[in-house]
């Protein structure tokens, strides 16, 4: 229990500091932050498989968030009839024929040994498919967008509880991780982050230019929640009760009948919003828990041990009879399938779709520095860390007013320092992310949980 100690003590210092919001902002708030941890320490469990397990750097994080984000869209969305009707059935052979094409490429590939005849061969069948796609999916998608544009202009989903968009979010990065695996994973480390943030970026730029698809740049907003709505709650008696008896104190001090109605009225308004923010942290902890027991069983398996080993030394691992590559594709496309859930997990709390927000700096840098400073190869580091770097985003700029106001107290309210300070307040949570950084990699240069070997 001993080696657990420094773990117990960081988590403990953390939720600490989410109450601490919660008494002196508001829970909404202190829930809003838990929720979003919840969802980066998911991004940073993915993360730390590929970089602290088998040394694989990835930053098309990003691209994977936006394919479970698009999972949640396809999956909960009810079918557009309409656009189907027009348009629908020509997709879908668009994409028989591209199945077609990768199986007549592989075909190619296995079975002609000349190799100026078989790249020949290659890029004969891609242009002719590519023309063949252009032809049947041009009138298709231009009669699906322009159905009902403002309100629909896509194919929709199917119509299925979001929470289902969670496995295939996972299915949809896995799927895009094991052909990026099969392309690049052969590449030096350097080359393997440049082509998987160029991929991540093709991917984001698809999702946004195809209207067909998922509404693009237009957002697709209103998705079906896994939790109740606050409108609804607000007219249950059984909240409206819990409330009243919760609050009971509170409301035994107002004397008038009317003003304890008006103000329980408000408490049923807050708590609604409280209540649906603690269902997701329900559903949210309960996906982290079960992910961080079967990274833990993993990392600590001969399979586990096998990986740090690929990851310490190449070489040694591969003369003992491991296939590294086989290994590395394995990791790749695990570390990305939990990158996807958490990407369904996010577009589910937020209720809407949108293919803009998605940015390298807050999808795929942001997550590296939360693996960084957790400390990678550790569960329970990268998990911390997705707590301790949001927290700090998040709050950065309210401890920022504060440390200015309590600073330049002595100096008038009009004071022009004092005024650009206040202005420059937004800003502040760069500086503080990189000053955090900069101790951290100072001082604990292996993160704030590091990673350690336990003998069995």
């Not at 708030?29 to 998911?42: D, G, P, Y």
């Not at 936006?66 to 668009?94: N, T």
Request: overall charge positive.
């Amino acid at each position: 229990m001993k080696q657990y100690a420094n773990v117990v003590t960081a988590y403990l210092i953390m939720i600490g500091l989410i109450i601490l919001v919660g008494v002196f902002q508001s829970w909404n708030i202190a829930l809003a932050i838990l929720n979003f941890c919840l969802i980066s320490a998911v991004m940073t469990m993915g993360a730390n498989i590929q970089w602290g397990y088998a040394g694989l750097i990835n930053f098309g994080i990003m691209g994977f968030t936006a394919l479970g984000g698009l999972a949640a869209v396809l999956i909960s969305v009810p079918p557009v009839k309409e656009a189907w009707q027009v348009g629908g059935l020509s997709m879908l052979f668009c994409l028989v024929i591209i199945v077609l094409i990768v199986f007549s490429v592989r075909y190619v590939l296995k079975n002609f040994k000349n190799a100026k005849r078989k790249n020949i061969y290659v890029a004969a069948i891609i242009i002719a498919g590519l023309i063949i796609l252009r032809i049947i999916s041009g009138p298709a998608i231009d009669s699906i967008e322009a159905v009902e544009p403002a309100k629909t202009g896509f194919l929709g989903g199917l119509g299925l509880p979001i929470i289902f968009s969670w496995i295939a979010g996972a299915f949809f990065a896995a799927g895009l991780a094991y052909i990026i695996g099969k392309v690049a994973l052969g590449l030096r480390a350097d080359y393997l982050a440049i082509a998987t943030l160029l991929i991540s970026e093709i991917v984001i730029a698809v999702i946004k230019h195809e209207d067909w698809l998922a509404r693009g740049v237009k957002n697709v907003i209103g998705l079906k929640r896994p939790v109740p709505y606050e409108v609804d709650l607000q007219s249950e008696q059984w909240f409206i009760n819990l409330v009243a008896k919760w609050n009971s104190g509170t409301l035994d001090l107002i004397s008038t009948t009317t003003e304890k109605q008006a103000a329980l009225a408000q408490l049923v308004i807050e708590s609604s919003s409280v209540f649906v923010k603690l269902c997701y942290s329900g559903l949210f902890i309960i996906v982290v828990a079960i992910l961080l027991i079967v990274t833990q069983k993993a990392l600590y398996s001969p399979w586990g041990r096998m990986m740090r080993a690929i990851r310490d030394n190449e070489e040694a691992a591969n003369a003992m009879g491991k296939n590294v590559v086989k290994q590395h594709l394995l990791i790749f496309v695990l570390g990305s399938a939990i990158v996807g859930i958490a990407g369904a997990m996010m577009v589910t709390h937020d209720g809407l779709f949108t293919p803009g927000s998605y940015r390298p700096l807050r999808y795929t840098f942001l997550i590296w520095v939360m693996v960084i400073i957790g400390g990678s190869g550790n569960n329970f580091g990268a998990v911390l860390g997705g707590f301790a770097v949001w927290f700090l985003w998040i709050e950065a700029a309210p401890i920022a007013l504060f440390l200015i106001n309590f600073f330049t107290y002595s100096l008038a309210e009009t004071n022009a320092f004092k005024l650009h300070l206040i202005e420059s307040v937004p800003y502040f949570r760069f500086l503080m992310m990189g000053i955090g950084l900069l101790l951290i990699m100072r001082y604990r240069p292996k993160g704030i949980l590091p990673e350690k070997i336990i003998k069995q």
